[in-house]
């Protein structure tokens, strides 16, 4: 987990803009976390 934190605080502040394929996965992922919360 240390190794996988350290990396984050070396990535830039300014992260590139997430492709298009990265908006549909949060968004699916989001739906799911809220079907999940209702049932």
């Not at 298009?20 to 919360?37: A, C, F, G, T, Y």
């Amino acid at each position: 987990m240390n190794k996988l934190n350290r990396k984050k605080e070396e990535a830039p502040a300014a992260p590139p803009a997430p492709s298009k394929e990265e908006v549909l996965l949060s968004e699916i992922r989001d739906l799911l976390k809220e079907q999940n919360n209702r049932s």
